[in-house]
């Protein structure tokens, strides 16, 4: 029996190989490999894509973050409130510029930022919980392809009144409330990891902002702080999105729609045929256009369903086995909600993501499916 891999990164090139080469020989020719009209160009589809004004295309999505955050002028010691149920990127990002991450529980249905537990948060930063320090601003996280409770999480910002930096990496082209995600905070943060819902060649990333100043300070962020004069206004990074990356962006941007319809479908497939067994499946709330950048199951006894499936031929994959707050580097200083994170630390050893990406074919959608049924017999 061929084995059913967790992802195939080759396919889209396989599929659009004449194209792709066209694009990257023009590139080549051009002589121009850095910050020319190719991202100038992804930028202006790309904010208009994700409904903002403005895209800054740097080199990877955890860069994304940080400048951001320090275009907001989030310091040294200020506090960030995010999840600890999130890639380590999350993490790491506000930790690179000194600031601290304060880590709210997730809701165990949605897996994405529980509301009451910021809340709470907030309230006990008041109380100086955390020390003096305050909270500067929030990063909720679209995990797995679905946004976060926006609405909720943008009032809790706004009585608070700090900033909101959407992480979106796992959710490009999701929706909100028919608005897309990166258009509801000050900023939405993208990666263009190989992986991701728009993946690259290689590494890339973009913050999307529709505002004029925060834009200004991310460009200028991004190559030295320098200005138009090539003079540093600000002490600034080198985060840069290559040419070849835009370009493709640019193309398979077009094919973004298409492809999370294809995921959708698979999704589909899954929620169908899985329905009737005994696990829990993903969770779509209200007004949420799910992208299904992973599909994530829910069961007990998580470790013998993945080796059932690798015998099965069928390879599964943990999105995350470990969350961020007790991860060797994070560990020991992790501030936490007053509730602590029940939820964050009881689904991480029940979760198991499924493959899922648009080559894999319906027949073998449907033989992961037969697959985790006979887990039960
Ligand atoms: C992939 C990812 C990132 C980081 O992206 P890189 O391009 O690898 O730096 C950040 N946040 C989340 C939720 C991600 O999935």
Redesign the pocket.
């Known amino acids: 029996m061929s084995k059913i891999p967790f992802n195939n990164l080759e396919s889209f090139y396989r599929e659009h190989q004449n194209e792709i080469s066209k694009i990257i020989h023009k590139v080549l020719k051009s002589g121009l490999y850095i910050l020319g009209d190719h991202v100038q160009k992804f930028e202006n589809v790309f904010a208009a894509y994700c409904g903002a004004k403005y895209a800054i295309g740097v080199a990877?999505?955890?860069?994304?973050?940080e400048l951001s955050l320090r275009a907001l002028k989030i310091n040294y010691g200020d506090l960030v409130a995010t999840v600890s149920h999130?890639?380590v990127?999350?993490a790491a990002?506000i930790e690179r510029i000194g600031a601290v991450p304060v880590y709210v529980d997730i809701n165990p249905a949605t897996y994405t930022m529980c509301p009451k537990s910021l809340k709470e948060t907030f309230e006990a930063a008041e109380r100086r919980r955390y020390g003096a320090c305050r909270i500067q601003a929030i990063i909720p996280?679209?995990?797995y392809g679905q946004s976060a409770k926006m609405t909720e999480i943008c009032s809790i910002a706004k009585r608070y009144d700090v900033s909101v930096v959407e992480?979106c990496?796992?959710a490009h082209g999701s929706t909100f409330d028919d608005k897309k995600v990166g258009s509801m905070g000050i900023a939405g943060?993208f990666?263009?990891?190989p992986?991701?819902n728009l993946g690259a060649f290689g590494?890339?990333?973009a913050v999307v902002t529709s505002d004029p100043l925060l834009y200004k300070q991310i460009k200028r962020l991004r190559q030295y702080g320098w200005s138009d004069r090539r003079e540093s206004e600000m002490i600034g990074v080198n985060s840069r999105l290559d040419e070849i990356q835009a370009a493709f962006l640019s193309y398979r941007l077009r094919y973004l729609n298409s492809e999370n319809h294809r995921r959708r479908q698979i999704a589909k497939i899954y929620y169908q045929n899985l329905a009737s067994l005994p696990l829990e499946l993903p969770t779509i709330t209200k007004n949420n256009f799910h992208v299904y950048?992973l599909f994530v199951v829910r069961i007990k006894e998580r470790d013998e369903l993945i080796e059932h499936l690798r015998r099965n031929c069928v390879a599964a994959a943990i999105h995350y086995k470990l969350p961020v707050h007790k991860q060797n580097a994070y560990f020991a200083r992790a501030l936490k909600a007053p509730n602590g994170l029940p939820n964050t630390e009881q689904i991480c050893d029940e979760i198991v993501s499924l493959p899922m990406y648009p080559s894999l074919s319906d027949a073998n959608a449907l033989r992961v499916c037969e697959a985790i049924s006979s887990f039960f017999k």
Do not use: E, P, R, W
Not at 60 to 65: K, V
């Open positions: 990877n999505g955890t860069d994304a973050i999130t890639a990127a999350t990002a996280v679209h995990l992480d990496s796992q943060t990666s263009f990891y992986t991701k590494d890339g990333g950048h």
